[in-house]
């Protein structure tokens, strides 16, 4: 109990390490701790009674008080009453304080989580992102701090943690590509949703922006793709593209052509095989306006290339006369009107 009693002082007075406050309110909570705690208000009630019977027995003969005896009685009345006040507080505020301290290591988790007579654990800290956007109609090329180039399309985002040297390991959103520095004995990583790229010294294209697929394909060196969410993985070598399905997660290798990967990075416009809605898309983000289509949705692929600063307009007038479409261009905004067949 003495034990108990030292230990309950130092916790108030803070004089315990975390540990060791831990094991304490862990104790308070056993059917011992609560014995304990009980006898050690026991005490306290007791030891606060004396004090005040010897006040009563003391009071009358203080040579200052002199008091009739309808005030003597009064008085010792109200002396009585603000005792039994103060035990009751003092009791209230001994059992309040237990409930808090074992509310808050319960919302803390030390019962369950806390290990025992370990010291304390070193702070957590929380890692610093890097950010480096782009917003639509703007593509920008960037320096990473292991020397690796990214050049990043346009309404795209990359993430990096700042420690970036010992941790290479990359968030995309949109389409970059990548020429990774070698770096022995550090793997480069690019995660694109589900899937993560995993590189010793390669340039690739990934882009997440496709309708239904993930598509990441290779320039040079080779790389290894992995599903996160189904656990398998494939191995790319040059000329090569691996396409991963946002809806089925399957993953496919096609064939792609090694000099066209980048063409989008030397600012060359280019289409394979595309649908027309997600050339829509790529004209929004490369000329930084808005496409709207009055009436049904060209289902043609597209394939096509124009070269650098190629003037939206003349880029509507090749795809209008191959899909049958009349445009209207106001600033940042086209409309565009299929052809009736008929």
């Known amino acids: 109990m003495k034990d108990f ?16 406050a831990a094991s304490f309110l862990a104790y308070l909570n056993s059917p011992e701790g609560k014995s304990d705690f009980q006898q050690m208000l026991k005490m306290i009630w007791e030891a606060e009674n004396k004090a005040d019977q010897a006040n009563l027995r003391s009071s009358p003969n203080h040579p200052v008080l002199k008091v009739s005896s309808r005030q003597k009685k009064t008085g010792s009345l109200s002396q009585q009453n603000n005792r039994k006040v103060r035990h009751v507080f003092t009791w209230i505020r ?5 409930v808090a301290i074992l509310m808050i290591a319960k919302e803390w988790g030390i019962f369950k989580n806390w290990p ?5 654990p070193p702070p957590v800290k929380e890692t610093a992102w890097i950010t480096k956007s782009n917003p ?3 593509k920008s090329k960037i320096l990473l701090p292991d020397s690796s180039w990214v050049f990043l399309n346009a309404d795209s985002r990359i993430r990096y943690i700042r420690d970036f040297a010992k941790n290479r390991k990359v968030i995309l959103t949109g389409e970059a590509f990548f020429d990774v520095k070698k770096k022995a004995g550090l793997p480069f990583y ?8 995993t590189v010793l010294g390669t340039s690739f294209n990934i882009n997440t922006e496709y309708l239904e697929s993930i598509e990441i394909a290779l320039a040079t060196g080779k790389i290894r793709i992995l599903n996160e969410q189904t656990g398998k993985d494939i191995l790319l070598q040059p000329g090569k593209a691996g396409k991963i399905s946002k809806n089925t997660q399957s993953m496919e290798i096609i064939d792609v052509d090694p000099d066209k990967i980048s063409l ?23 000329y930084g306006v808005s496409i709207s ?20 307009s003349d880029v509507l007038k090749v ?9 209207d261009l106001n600033g940042k905004n086209v409309a565009i009107y299929p052809l009736s067949s008929g």
């Open 116 to 120: 025992q007579g370990q010291e304390d």
């Open 264 to 286: 989008w990075k030397e600012g060359i416009l280019h289409f394979e095989k595309e649908p027309f809605q997600l050339v829509i898309k790529k004209l929004e983000n490369w």
């Open 94 to 98: 001994y059992t309040a304080c237990l």
């Open 190 to 197: 690019v995660q694109a949703g589900q899937v993560t790229a």
């Open 136 to 138: 639509k109609g703007v």
């Open 293 to 312: 289509v009055e009436g049904e949705l060209p289902n043609d692929l597209c394939t096509g290339t124009f070269q650098r600063k190629a003037y939206l």
């Open 5 to 20: 009693i030292q230990k309950w002082k130092k916790f108030h007075k803070g004089k315990l390490s975390r540990s060791d």
């Open 319 to 327: 795809l209008g006369h191959a899909l049958q479409f009349d445009y």
